[in-house]
């Protein structure tokens, strides 16, 4: 292999690398804007269903192409195919099958959706033109240590992944609406389960391809999505804090609660604020008072029940 060949390769891998850190940034400041997170205005959503199978299917598409139109020489290797269908595998159930067992789901913002849908080019391409072209390894690869380790962290991390997608979408029953504390699996300890999973999936993914290009890829997953985890958490925590000062302040689940739920943390601390202020219990001073002591108690609260609302997938 020629090191100008699977130069361009290494390039877009650290290009990669460093879009994660670029996109963690950003994430941290403007948040993420889908599922939960949408804005009730938004302008040009995409159907959840449609969306999702449309920005993931380019990851199949794109290797399925790769291959299709070239020699894929490389392929002749049993390691270069069970990493390729690795990937492959990945992309079939979110793009062909994850979509349509979707419930519902808000609509996602259409620049959510065309980012997605170009990285999922991006990596295609890279992850499929270098393990079909250019990747080496010897037929006792796949009995190397570290494919063995990393088979198995990316088949755990799947199977995680995919468990804890059933578990949130099944949370409400049918006509039921408002937030529901995940129960169940991997929910019990971390607060993003399926995040978690996904990269678990990927850092396999990376050590059994051992390779820059499958590190970038774990690398950027892991970037993008510790960030919305830990949006998540903090979004988990607020939403549980305020539900415990509704309940016990007889303020019920209706129409605040909603309202609490589709809008960012300080928003919602700025709406429960608000409302102590009007309470029935009496002068404002008294409401915050009680306010104060009950989100102690509430946090106290959290800590005995919840052990996964401690960290977000870590």
């Given at each position: 292999m020629e090191p100008a060949e699977v130069f361009p390769l290494d390039a877009l891998a650290y290009l990669q690398c460093a879009l994660g850190f670029l996109g963690s940034l950003l994430l941290r400041q403007a948040a993420s804007s889908y599922g939960r997170y949408v804005s009730p205005g938004a302008a040009f959503g995409v159907p959840a269903r449609a969306a999702w199978a449309l920005q993931e299917l380019p990851s199949?598409?794109?290797?399925?192409?790769?291959?299709?139109?070239?020699?894929?020489?490389?392929?002749?290797?049993?390691?270069?195919?069970?990493?390729?269908?690795?990937?492959?595998?990945?992309?079939?159930?979110?793009?062909?099958?994850f979509p349509f067992l979707i419930r519902g789901g808000k609509p996602m913002p259409l620049y959510t959706c065309v980012l997605a849908f170009m990285f999922c080019v991006y990596n295609g391409y890279l992850q499929s033109r270098y393990l079909s072209q250019y990747a080496v390894y010897t037929d006792d690869w796949v009995t190397d240590p570290r494919f063995l380790v990393g088979f198995c962290l990316w088949l755990i991390g799947m199977?995680?992944?995919?468990h804890s997608d059933h578990i949130l979408r099944n949370l409400r029953k049918p006509g039921e609406t408002g937030y529901k504390i995940p129960r169940g699996g991997l929910f019990e300890y971390v607060t993003a389960a399926n995040y978690f999973g996904e990269v678990v999936e990927w850092c396999g993914y990376g050590l059994a391809s051992w390779s820059i290009?499958?590190?970038?890829?774990?690398?950027?997953?892991?970037?993008?999505?510790l960030t919305r985890a830990q949006q998540h958490h903090r979004s988990e925590n607020t939403l549980y804090t305020a539900g415990c000062l509704f309940h016990r302040?007889?303020?019920?689940?209706?129409?605040l609660w909603e309202a609490v739920e589709n809008r960012q943390s300080h928003q919602k601390e700025k709406m429960l604020k608000t409302h102590l202020l009007s309470s029935p219990l009496g002068t404002g001073e008294m409401a915050l008072?009680?306010?104060h002591q009950l989100h102690h108690m509430s946090l106290t609260f959290?800590?005995?029940?919840?052990?996964?609302?401690?960290?977000c997938f870590l």
């Open positions: 199949l598409a794109v290797p399925l192409w790769v291959c299709a139109r070239t020699a894929a020489e490389r392929l002749r290797r049993a390691p270069n195919r069970i990493l390729l269908a690795m990937f492959l595998l990945h992309y079939a159930q979110r793009s062909l099958i199977l995680i992944n995919i290009q499958g590190g970038a890829f774990a690398l950027f997953t892991f970037c993008i999505l302040l007889g303020l019920g689940r209706g129409s008072r009680c306010a959290l800590a005995n029940i919840k052990v996964n609302y401690v960290g």
